[in-house]
Structure formats: structure tokens, C-alpha cells
């Protein structure tokens, strides 16, 4: 299993001499996992807790059944 990580950051809006400018903050990383079987994973690792402190997302099944998401 591979792994690729990027930085998870917020952009933050604030002006500077009078103009507009946005700064990115840290608050996290997430990390692409391959699978074996080549199936592609993302992990996200939050730096502060925010109720949970991972979420991994996975993508959509080919029939079209996203499991049980509710709107």
C-alpha cells in the first residue's frame, strides 16, 4: 500500500493596506492510500478535535448504492 500526504488547510480572508488577501491555515493533512487490490482511499487526520478526528472517504460504488447517507 502506497501513501501520498497533503496538507489540509482553511483559507482565511483579512485585508492587508487596504486589500484583500487570504492566507491558508494548517489544520490537518490527508493522506491518499492505494490499496493493494488498486482501489484509492483518502484518510483525513484533523489537528484539533472537532467531534471526530478522522474522517476517510471512499469513492462511490459502481452500482450507485451510496450506503446509507442521508441528506
Known sequence: ??????????PVAFK???KDQTSFRRVGAVFENTRDNGDVVLSIK???PVGVTELVAFPPKADGDDGQVTE
Open 46 to 48: 484533523l489537528d484539533f
Open 16 to 18: 492587508k493596506d487596504g
Open 1 to 10: 500500500m502506497s501513501k501520498k500526504m497533503f496538507t489540509l488547510t482553511v
